[in-house]
């Protein structure tokens, strides 16, 4: 599990929601789906829009303010609406507790 | 007989769809032809397909009436109302109506229709035995329902099932009795029959299938039916529907032939030269024909026979498209024929009928896609090789691949081409336009998305498409606000999986919430998923993700007290501005999200929901208080409107505005809901805006007191949260829907009250204060991310 840090429980977060957490000095949306839970940069590549705040969708997540839309397994940007996409990251479910894995700047795959 | 001096063109005698098609296409053809209209009921010619849907309390009496008075009187036809014509002499070419009056003619045509099909049963004559025919009947079925324990409707043919449907819309339990072995016989064959079935018991409508009714049993009150073989069940109402009987008395007077109804040749003639047939009491080829479609037909070759031009009528293949139980049917030509090829699903059922190598027959049941390619295939009796593929194709065809020659609007009897020749030759851009000018449409309307996807294909793909309230599923309003309805669903997740609404990108999710709660009177289950983010946290999000607070002022009355705490809030947590807002109230921007429950709390004032979809503010002027030109107390019934209409949630932001007169301080006259005290009385103004678009009200109407002013407001709020579209502001809802109808809908004292009857119901279960939440969150972060804490409040 290296990698991982502990961002809440479960039940913090409501079904079909998201909510915000800083994890290695970057702002995360974690959001919950039937399926289970993903994450996503926190913030809207178009101005900054908090995503943990947007409308989930099964398959996408839509930014509250001007509502560009991603694709949460992906992050890429969903309808003609998006310009650019956002990072995903990977999301550990265990004893109830939720970690989250954020690469080191610069280690991604482009 | 004597007759009038002036003999008319051409006498109509009816006053039904075919008498009107009848005068249509006849003028259409030849405008100058004086017409004169009898129509035996005291009304115009209206839709009377649409007396299912009257029934069910889903549309207006009023708007059964094919045109509109003017209509008439435009085109010089004389409509003479409830009179019958009682005697014919097509030789002498005078017809007697039953006030004694003569009327001569050139020609005459005969749409007299038919009367309901009463089988002899004993106990026919009792109280509360109807016919479904007419509105009478529906008034009558109605008012019947409304005491009854169980309604029992003979006959499971279409009409029928209407009547169950209708009576089971009101909450009457019915049962459906029919002589054959399954529903619907003459349109659906049995195994599509058997899939209205969980759609009839959902509805809590039961079958008695193969049951002959002997009796009604009742001593002048309906007790019950008793059937072959002595079984019994008890109902204390009855509407029978097992078919029609053609009106061919007059015809029979004349000395027509006559034989099941009154005989014309391919030219719709009878066998008088002088007088014509058309409709249900007309037969062609032995055939009657008891559906619109053929009737439209017939009224065509009929003008053309009076116009001398050319022209001959073949028969139709008989088609119908439905809804039957809430689920879409589509049946042409004959269910019956020598092949079939099926698919079938759990909830589907599509079939082609060939005869002979050609397509004869079609059954659609739950899943109608590509319907108008089957039909006309049929109509067309097209040689098919590859049954199975032209079933496959139609469920992928789009309106591009249809031929010319296919109905699109079976009501009116409307082809694509005809459509696409007039969106060319008129240049139409709207698919209200099309519908206007084509009347393809304008019937049932469930050929409305075909007609806009005409329009878009014609206009390169650049028209509108029509209001889908779920664009991933395709579904609008109307068609969700069914399944809610049907199916009793009171969630968005129970929309979902009932019909995969909201699903896929989830974006409509705040439309679906909206509309199950009006649907539901706000009796609704709440789900926070479902609502944009400013209806989780009662707070309008800002550029930076933070929110701002607008507590209620009701018609921009505040006091030092108010003021006060304002002031201390606005201290206490540095937020960073305070403003008075364009709505006369006060907006703290710039908080945090952590910080809301705690700055309501110090508050302790509602929520202005500045930040929802619902009734915002009230505007008012000083009024009688202190202007010395006040006419009315703007601002009592400005606080008194605005607590009568906060927290009710609405298809788009509704604000208000009074005036204490016409110089109209308060802007009034461009609200969504403006008064303006006038000398005597109030003006009610309703679709203003004046926002990005700039409209002045429409007058909804002028009263004398204010309370009636009051009630108007209320009434118009309520139509426009059950008939506009999500995101429709009333300055567009009102441009829609036209001011007449508004006023028709608001104005007429039964429909007023009922809306203000469901009006109270949403009211009262409607949360007035969301900023409660503050202390009793429905999650325990609803007010905070994972790594913050909601505020505490000093208090
Ligand atoms: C706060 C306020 C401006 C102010 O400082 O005075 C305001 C602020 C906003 N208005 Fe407004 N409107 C405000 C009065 C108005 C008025 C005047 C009025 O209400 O009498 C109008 C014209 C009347 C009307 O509604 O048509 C008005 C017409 C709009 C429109 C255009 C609507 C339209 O269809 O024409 C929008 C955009 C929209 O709704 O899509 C809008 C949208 C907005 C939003 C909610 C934009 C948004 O979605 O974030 C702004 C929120 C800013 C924020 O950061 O909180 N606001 N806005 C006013 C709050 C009034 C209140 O007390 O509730
Ligand atoms: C509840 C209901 C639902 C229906 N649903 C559908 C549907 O979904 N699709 C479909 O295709 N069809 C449907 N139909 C059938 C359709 O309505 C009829 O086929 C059509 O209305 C017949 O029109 P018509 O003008 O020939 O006859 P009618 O509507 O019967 O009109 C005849 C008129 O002539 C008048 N009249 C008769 N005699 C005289 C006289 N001597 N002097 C003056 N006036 C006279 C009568 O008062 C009547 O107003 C439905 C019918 C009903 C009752
Ligand atoms: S609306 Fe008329 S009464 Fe009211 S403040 Fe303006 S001028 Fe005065
Ligand atoms: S900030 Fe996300 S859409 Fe504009």
Redesign the pocket.
């Known amino acids: 599990m290296s990698g991982f840090e502990r961002v809440g429980r479960v039940e913090d977060i409501p079904s079909l929601e998201g909510r915000a957490v800083t994890v290695a000095g970057r702002r995360i949306a974690v959001i919950r789906l039937a399926s289970g839970f993903v994450a996503i940069d926190g913030a809207c590549p178009h101005r900054g829009g908090p995503l943990a705040d947007g409308i989930v969708g099964d398959s996408c997540v839509t930014c509250p303010l001007h509502g560009w839309r991603f694709d949460l397994r992906t992050g890429a940007p969903v309808g003609g609406g998006a310009a650019s996409g956002v990072r995903t990251y990977e999301v550990l479910e265990r004893d109830g507790e939720l970690y989250v894995s954020v690469p080191a700047e610069g280690i991604e795959a482009a | 007989m004597s007759a009038s001096p002036e003999p008319v063109d051409l006498l109509v005698v009816g006053g039904g769809i075919a008498a009107q098609a009848v005068c249509e296409a006849v003028l259409e053809r030849q405008a100058r032809t004086r017409v004169m209209l009898v129509c035996g009921e005291p009304r115009l010619p209206y839709d009377r397909v649409k007396l299912s849907s009257l029934l069910a309390g889903e549309v207006d009496p009023l708007a059964l009436q094919l045109r509109p008075d003017d209509w008439y009187a435009d085109r010089g036809v004389e409509a003479v109302l409830g009179r019958r014509a009682v005697a014919l002499d097509p030789d002498a070419g005078i017809c007697e109506l039953d006030d004694g009056r003569s009327i001569s003619f050139d020609r005459c045509v005969l749409a007299t229709g038919s009367d309901p099909l009463m089988p002899p049963l004993p106990g026919l004559d009792c109280a509360a035995v109807h016919p479904f025919r007419g509105p009478e009947d529906c008034e009558a079925i109605l008012a019947a329902a409304a005491g009854a324990r169980r309604a029992a409707v003979i006959g499971g043919g279409l009409l029928g099932l209407e009547a169950a449907y209708g009576l089971a819309t009101h909450g009457c339990p019915v049962s459906v009795v029919h002589l054959m072995g399954h529903l619907m016989e003459r349109q659906l064959d049995e195994a599509a029959a058997a899939l209205l079935v969980p759609a009839m018991e959902r509805l809590g409508v039961e079958i008695l299938l193969e049951r002959r009714t002997e009796e009604i049993v009742g001593d002048g009150r309906v007790e019950g039916l008793r059937f072959a073989g002595d079984e019994r069940l008890d109902c204390d109402l009855v509407v029978v529907s097992v078919g029609i009987s053609p009106r061919t008395d007059l015809a029979a007077i004349a000395g027509l032939e006559v034989e099941r109804g009154i005989v014309v040749d391919d030219r719709m003639t009878t066998s008088h030269p002088r007088v014509l047939a058309v409709g249900e009491c007309a037969q062609h080829r032995g055939v009657v024909y008891g559906i619109v479609a053929p009737i439209l037909d017939q009224a065509e070759v009929l003008a053309a026979a009076l116009a001398e031009d050319d022209g001959s009528y073949d028969g139709s293949v008989p088609s119908a498209k439905l809804k039957v139980m809430g689920v879409d049917v589509v049946s042409a030509g004959d269910p019956e024929g020598d092949r079939a090829v099926v698919a079938q699903e759990d909830e589907s059922y599509r079939k082609l009928i060939l005869t002979q190598g050609r397509a004869t027959g079609a059954v659609l049941v739950g899943d109608t896609r590509g319907a108008e390619l089957l039909v006309d295939a049929v109509r067309t009796r097209r040689a098919v090789d590859d049954p199975l593929a032209l079933l496959q194709e139609a469920s992928r065809a789009s309106a591009g691949d249809l031929p010319d020659t296919a109905q699109v609007c079976n009501c009116n009897g409307v082809c694509k081409g005809a459509i696409l020749e007039e969106i060319r030759s008129s240049g139409l851009g709207s698919t209200a336009e099309v519908v206007a000018a084509t009347r393809a449409g304008s019937g049932c309307g469930s050929c409305k998305p075909v007609v806009a996807e005409l329009l878009a294909l014609e206009r390169g793909g650049a028209a509108e498409e029509p209001a889908y309230l779920c664009p991933c599923r395709k579904q609008t309003r109307e068609q969700l606000a069914a399944v809610c309805r049907e199916r009793e669903i009171d969630s968005v997740s129970g929309l979902a999986s009932a019909c995969g609404a909201g699903r896929d990108c989830g974006a409509c999710k705040p439309g679906l919430a909206y509309l199950v709660s009006e649907v539901n009177g706000n009796r609704h289950r709440e789900e926070r998923h479902a609502r944009f983010i400013n209806d989780r946290v009662h707070a309008?999000?800002?550029?930076d993700g933070t929110f701002?607070v607008?507590p209620r002022i009701r018609g921009g009355v505040t006091s030092p007290d108010e003021l006060r705490r304002i002031a201390d809030v606005a201290d206490r947590y540095q937020v960073p501005m305070v403003?008075?807002?364009?709505?006369?109230?006060i907006?703290l921007?710039g908080v945090r999200k952590e910080q809301l429950p705690a700055i309501w709390d110090e508050l302790g004032m509602p929520s202005?929901h500045?930040y929802a979809k619902a009734v915002?503010?009230v505007?008012t002027c000083v009024g009688t208080d202190f202007c010395r030109f006040g006419l009315g107390d703007a601002i009592g019934l400005g606080i008194e409107l605005e607590r009568r209409m906060e927290g009710l949630y609405t298809p788009?932001?509704v604000?208000s505005a009074v005036a204490g007169c016409p110089r109209n301080c308060s802007?009034a006259y461009v609200k969504d809901i403006g008064l303006v005290a006038v000398e005597g009385g109030w003006e009610i103004y309703v679709g203003g805006?004046?926002?990005?678009?700039v409209r002045k009200g429409d007058l909804l109407d002028r009263v004398d007191r204010q309370d009636d002013a009051l009630r108007l407001s209320l009434a118009f709020l309520q139509h426009y949260r059950e008939h506009a579209d999500y995101l429709e502001?009333t300055y567009a809802f009102v441009e829609r829907a036209g001011i007449d109808s508004v006023r028709q809908a608001v104005l007429d004292p039964e429909r007023q009250a009922l809306l203000l009857e469901r009006y109270a119901i949403a009211k009262a279960a409607a949360d007035p204060d969301p900023w409660r939440e503050g202390g009793d969150p429905v999650h325990p972060r609803q007010f905070a991310d994972l790594d913050s804490e909601p505020a505490e409040s000093p208090s």
């Open positions: 309008n999000i800002q550029r701002s607008v403003k008075v807002t364009g709505g006369q109230r907006d921007l202005g500045a915002r503010t505007k788009h932001k604000k802007e805006a004046a926002g990005s678009t502001r």
